[in-house]
């Protein structure tokens, strides 16, 4: 047997060649590896493979124009088949619209007009190529997880994303992520080498017209594809959209059209009629201080009713507290704007009465509008009115911008899962929501007079696990041949009994209160289970539910209602005319161009000239909105037996994070009074506060600041130019870290 000998590194003579190194040693070693690299070069083309392809590579040349636009339907043709996770449906995609596929062969085709720019051709055609194939994996991979195709929107939203990694990958495939893109890094880099150069001579200026007019080619063939309708830029369903219109134009149509456009026949003449000489702006009731409730909404993560789903069936009805207030209270089905995602969209119809069907598609205005400007909704308009407005969600603050965008809708307080003891969870990690009622009565607690509380719940949130998960269900589902099928089912199913039991204890604690209220609970999309409209009851992918409880006894009236709706609706039942975009609602709904005006006033109060606004003012000027609606409170610092810091007070969470001279602390949460510092010295003079924290290390709101001195605290006077605890000063920081 042949032994493997191993040579000894000579460590102490490779130290030695280095101290003695000189310059021109370098020198002389980079020339000598760039000839031999040239001469390796200079072998291959002179290979007698070489001389047999300069043919075949001359032609190619030639043909290369009609040679790429093969290779962009080749990419094409692969993104479909991974979007749609099928070769077959890719296929028929292809055979069934040939006009759509190679209109879409030609965006792709349009990007490798780049490669002519420069000499390593084949390495650009890779690295295109690469960049639209990765684009379709990423659209792929997330309509396994949800229904909602991949749009630009979603790079918006990405900070949240990574933040929720845990709660979408498992470790497996984290790692098999990772790996992947290291290996495609290595794979494309050794291809700059690998690749060649194109030899002939380069026409860069021609070669920039040539790109100018493929692109130019792109926008007139686009518009002339919409006239033929060809495709569409109205997404009414951006899932259907995707299939029907391909990947690579829905993609580009959600990264460019954003926002409203200016629609026809906008005008200061047009809006003053729409706006009926501005009473549209006006805010008034026909009741009574006494007589106005509370206005509780809450919107239930991917509710619906399971009994809905045609085939499936259950061992108890796994909603019993909600079936009861069906037949009792106001209900019926709730059109959302998104499907399997898009939380935050229904809560925008719900909160400022616009529809999302005016804007981009796949887009956030959350994200995008919101995030930096004023916008009325219904905590502005019943504020007018001498409401308090609270918001509350049991997930982080900076999560989908809400502590802006809440700010710039004028509520007063934002209590998120930093300002809660979240103890229980769901197994997938998502708080549970019975954290809410009792943080909910003290939002409520704030105000002397009615309340707007708006709450949004997350322990129903996907991903829903295709592997037993819980041993003892309270609910067993049957119907579903598949058991990873029957187990997501399974799962999903009994996370709606925990709502429904939620809804209950809510309910009870409102009616604990004695005070007039109205209570209505909705969902915000499907949850996301590879459902088709013929699975379900109503033949509508779009449809939740939602009940409208009181104690105020109100008429039971049932009706279908679009989330942009509800606000409206509500508001009228109660005498409630606040409000502009309600207003309208309450005034238009059901008359001849309903959908076409409201159109235009979101316009006009979104991106246009605010002629709406001319004779009362905007609502919401600036924010003044406070997170949480208590204090962290420092009462103690104690020096424990080990030399470490213990800090004692009340209103601690697990987002709770101390702070010593300005700089924070590595902080172990132990209870609601109780932090403590392993990692960290209080020395005489130090300043100690605690600060509830968020994403990007966002400070939400802070305790008083004490000077520590022997054991001692003093509180340090606050500076007057200092911003008000827990208000703007947070703002400007989440969006300078996030941005």
Known sequence: MKRIHIKKPDIRGFFTKVRNLKKEDI???????????????EQRRNSRFAKKMQPVYKWMNRLSLPLQFLLACVVNFLIEVISRLSFFEAW?????????????????????????????????????????????????????????????????????????????????????IIIGVVALVFWVVSMWRRGGQFQGKMHRIIALGGVAVSFGACLVLTNVAIDKRVI???????????????????????????????????????????SDHGELTKNETGRSAEELPNIMFVQLESFFDPTEVEWLRFSEDPIPNLRKLFSEYSSGYFKVPSVGAGTANTEFEVLTGMSMRFFGPGEYPYKTYGKTKTLESAASALTALGYGAEALHNNGGNFYSRAQVFNHMGFD?????????????????????????????????????????????????GEYPTEKTLENPEIIVSGVEDEGERNAWEYYVNLMHETDKFV???????????????????????PTM?????????????????????????????????????????????DIHSGTVFNYHQERRQTKNYLADLELLQYDIMYGEQYVYKESGEPVTEGHMVMGVKDAVISEVVKQWDGSFSIYGDNFTKQSKVYINGEKQ?????NNTRLDLKESQLNDGDTVMVAQVGSSNT??????TYEYNGGVLTEVPEDENAPENGRQAFVKQEEEQEE
């Open 27 to 41: 020198k002389r070693h980079f020339k000598e590896k760039k000839e031999r690299r040239q001469h390796i070069l």
């Open 413 to 461: 307080h934002y209590t998120s899962k930093e300002f809660m003891n979240i103890l229980q969870t769901t197994p997938k990690g998502w708080a549970t929501d019975d954290i809410l009622v009792p943080n909910i009565m003290e939002s409520m607690d704030t105000t002397e007079g009615q309340d707007f509380v708006f709450t949004i719940t997350v322990e129903g949130h």
């Open 232 to 274: 569409s830029n109205y997404f009414g369903n951006i899932a259907f959209a995707y299939e029907d219109y391909g990947f690579p134009y829905c993609f580009s149509a959600s990264l460019f059209n954003t926002g409203i456009n200016k629609p026809a026949g906008y005008s200061e003449q047009t809006m003053d009629e729409i």
């Open 666 to 670: 590595t902080t172990k949460f132990l």
């Open 699 to 704: 400070i939400f709101r802070t305790s008083k």
């Open 504 to 526: 209950k204890e809510l309910i009870d604690a409102v009616e604990a209160r004695n005070e007039p209220t109205v209570l209505v609970f909705y969902g915000d999309h499907l």
């Open 92 to 176: 028929d995609y292809l055979v069934g619209t040939p006009l759509v596929f190679l209109y879409n062969a030609f965006m792709i085709f349009a990007t490798f007009s780049i490669v002519y720019l420069v000499r390593r051709r084949v390495f650009a055609r890779i690295l295109i190529s690469v960049f639209w194939i990765f684009l379709g994996i990423c659209n792929g991979y997330l309509l396994t997880k949800r229904v909602t195709p991949f749009n630009a929107q979603d790079l918006k939203v990405l900070s949240d994303a990574l933040e929720l990694t845990g709660n979408y990958f498992n470790t497996f495939e984290l790692v098999m």
């Open 530 to 574: 590879n459902l088709e409209a013929k699975d379900l009851k109503s033949k509508y992918l779009y449809n939740t539910n939602y009940v409208i409880w009181d104690n105020i006894g109100l008429e039971k009236k049932d009706g279908n209602y679009a989330a942009y709706q509800i606000m409206a609706e509500v508001f009228d039942r109660l």
